[in-house]
């Protein structure tokens, strides 16, 4: 029950069966929830705009009683007045309803409509800690603020800036995670600006719109990687530089190399989804970074939504009624890892580079994409690059990280799938080592 009340309220009939009870309990919860739902005093958003100052109301006119209203209520028992537990919307009390309220009424609106009146500023005011990385740029002709977020892989504008300047949206929505992966926000929509800053001029930059944002603009990697950046704080000590890879060049690898003979299209029956919003989120996240396009293969496997033990969704296809039948298991070695730990441990410095999605940075040769085939959302498509899940996979990874720590030309690289380690014992040892593997991945 949603309070004591209710309960109160049965406990005062003498005589009551069960399905009565139940009857009057959920007709009491339900006029106590709806009462609640009235503290709120609402202003519609077209009424508020036009309002450009704070205006008096005559109490006459707002919440009158009714004189003759007593007279036309018959009298009842207190354990059956309708409005025993109602709240007041004129005066806040409980026990009567506005209608038959005597007391003066408060003058609320003026206030809501003095708080909607600063929600029309379309510029967004950030906070002086994030100053630092606060630049002025000009977007579509517009001074704005922008933030600099080199933790962001895209790039965002504050919808009521696109909306105020009129500018083109394209329709779009994605869910976007925050710092925290429990607080999400959704996109609506898109625009292409020119973007202008310190003489430079960027076209065509894909924005997502996004509300309250803390400042005007948001440049994240799409952009970023156009150019060197460096952010000055100020400190007294040396500088130093995150520790990141480049885009390593790759040759595509063989992925379906040995297949039976007896091979052949396979498509599955088409499932329904109870996970569809994900899907549809997932979809425009892997379209968005060209890691899938559109197909006309023959094959077709379905998409699953699982979750691990932290409950976190994630999305894998299903090729084991596919292109797995007919696949040959490549029997490429991953080392031991007792092996690595031991000779890893024979070093005084080392440093493990851990790659982020990495089967998805790797691309597919032309003639194997179609094995990849895929459908979701009512549409077909197939990958660019590996996918999560696929038979050799691993094998693949592997054999292509062994390949770079051969160019490196040293023996203080070991790598196991997507983690590679550099070792030395000393520091200038090893800042050699890791200069060797980064031009190793460059070439």
């Given at each position: 029950?949603?309070?004591n009340?209710?309960?109160?309220?049965?406990l005062?009939?003498?005589?009551?069966?069960?399905?009565k009870?139940f009857?009057?309990a959920?007709a009491?919860?339900?006029a106590e929830?709806q009462?609640?739902?009235?503290?709120?005093?609402?202003?519609s958003?077209n009424?508020?705009?036009?309002?450009h100052s704070?205006?008096?109301?005559d109490p006459s006119?707002y919440g009158k009683p009714d004189?003759?209203?007593?007279?036309?209520?018959?009298?009842?028992p207190?354990s059956?007045?309708?409005a025993?537990?109602?709240?007041?919307?004129?005066?806040n009390k409980?026990g009567?309803?506005?209608?038959?309220c005597?007391?003066n009424p408060?003058d609320?609106?003026?206030?809501?409509?003095?708080k909607l009146?600063?929600?029309?500023?379309?510029?967004?005011?950030?906070?002086t800690?994030i100053?630092?990385a606060?630049v002025?740029?000009i977007?579509?002709?517009?001074?704005l603020?922008?933030?600099?977020?080199?933790?962001?892989?895209?790039?965002?504008?504050c919808?009521?800036i696109?909306y105020?300047h009129?500018?083109?949206?394209y329709?779009s929505?994605f869910?976007?995670?925050?710092a925290?992966?429990n607080y999400t926000?959704v996109?609506q929509?898109?625009?292409l600006?020119?973007?202008?800053y310190?003489?430079?001029?960027?076209s065509?930059?894909k924005?997502?719109l996004?509300?309250?944002?803390?400042s005007?603009v948001l440049l994240g990697h799409?952009f970023l990687?156009?150019?060197h950046?460096?952010?000055?704080?100020g400190?007294?000590?040396?500088?130093?530089?995150?520790?990141?890879?480049?885009?390593?060049y790759v040759?595509p690898p063989t992925?379906?190399?040995s297949?039976s003979h007896?091979?052949k299209?396979?498509?599955?029956k088409?499932?329904?989804?109870?996970?569809?919003k994900?899907?549809?989120s997932?979809l425009?996240h892997?379209l968005?970074g060209?890691?899938?396009e559109p197909s006309c293969?023959s094959?077709?496997?379905?998409?699953?939504?699982?979750?691990n033990?932290?409950h976190?969704k994630?999305?894998?296809?299903d090729y084991?009624?596919?292109?797995?039948?007919?696949?040959?298991?490549d029997?490429?070695?991953l080392p031991r890892?007792?092996g690595?730990v031991e000779?890893i441990?024979q070093?005084?410095?080392?440093?493990t580079?851990d790659l982020?999605?990495?089967y998805?940075?790797?691309?597919i040769?032309?003639?194997?994409?179609?094995y990849?085939?895929?459908?979701?959302?009512g549409?077909l498509?197939?990958?660019?690059?590996?996918?999560?899940?696929?038979?050799n996979?691993?094998a693949?990874?592997?054999?292509l990280?062994?390949?770079?720590?051969t160019?490196?030309?040293?023996?203080n690289?070991?790598?196991?799938?997507d983690?590679d380690?550099?070792?030395?014992?000393?520091m200038?040892?090893?800042?050699?080592?890791?200069?060797?593997?980064?031009?190793?991945a460059k070439?």
């Amino acid at each position: 029950m949603l309070s004591n009340n209710v309960s109160q309220r049965l406990l005062e009939e003498d005589d009551i069966d069960l399905a009565k009870a139940f009857a009057q309990a959920r007709a009491l919860e339900t006029a106590e929830s709806q009462s609640l739902s009235y503290n709120h005093q609402h202003v519609s958003y077209n009424e508020s705009c036009a309002l450009h100052s704070p205006v008096s109301i005559d109490p006459s006119d707002y919440g009158k009683p009714d004189s003759n209203l007593a007279a036309t209520i018959p009298k009842h028992p207190r354990s059956k007045y309708p409005a025993r537990e109602a709240l007041c919307r004129n005066c806040n009390k409980v026990g009567h309803f506005q209608r038959v309220c005597k007391s003066n009424p408060s003058d609320k609106r003026v206030v809501s409509c003095t708080k909607l009146q600063l929600s029309t500023v379309c510029t967004a005011a950030f906070s002086t800690s994030i100053s630092k990385a606060v630049v002025q740029i000009i977007v579509n002709g517009n001074s704005l603020n922008a933030l600099i977020d080199t933790g962001s892989s895209g790039s965002y504008i504050c919808f009521d800036i696109a909306y105020k300047h009129c500018w083109h949206i394209y329709p779009s929505n994605f869910a976007i995670s925050m710092a925290s992966t429990n607080y999400t926000s959704v996109t609506q929509g898109h625009c292409l600006v020119t973007v202008y800053y310190r003489g430079n001029r960027y076209s065509s930059v894909k924005s997502s719109l996004l509300p309250n944002l803390c400042s005007d603009v948001l440049l994240g990697h799409d952009f970023l990687k156009q150019q060197h950046i460096l952010i000055s704080f100020g400190g007294s000590k040396s500088p130093f530089f995150l520790c990141s890879l480049t885009a390593a060049y790759v040759e595509p690898p063989t992925l379906f190399g040995s297949l039976s003979h007896l091979c052949k299209p396979i498509a599955t029956k088409s499932q329904s989804s109870l996970d569809q919003k994900f899907l549809e989120s997932e979809l425009c996240h892997l379209l968005a970074g060209g890691i899938i396009e559109p197909s006309c293969s023959s094959w077709r496997a379905q998409v699953l939504a699982t979750s691990n033990v932290n409950h976190k969704k994630r999305m894998v296809m299903d090729y084991s009624q596919t292109v797995h039948r007919f696949t040959y298991l490549d029997a490429y070695p991953l080392p031991r890892i007792d092996g690595l730990v031991e000779k890893i441990s024979q070093y005084e410095i080392h440093t493990t580079l851990d790659l982020q999605r990495v089967y998805h940075k790797v691309p597919i040769r032309e003639d194997e994409k179609q094995y990849t085939a895929f459908e979701t959302c009512g549409n077909l498509y197939q990958f660019w690059r590996i996918p999560f899940g696929v038979t050799n996979g691993v094998a693949c990874f592997q054999r292509l990280s062994n390949n770079i720590t051969t160019k490196a030309n040293s023996k203080n690289t070991f790598a196991y799938a997507d983690n590679d380690t550099i070792c030395g014992q000393n520091m200038s040892e090893h800042n050699i080592n890791y200069g060797k593997f980064l031009n190793a991945a460059k070439e």
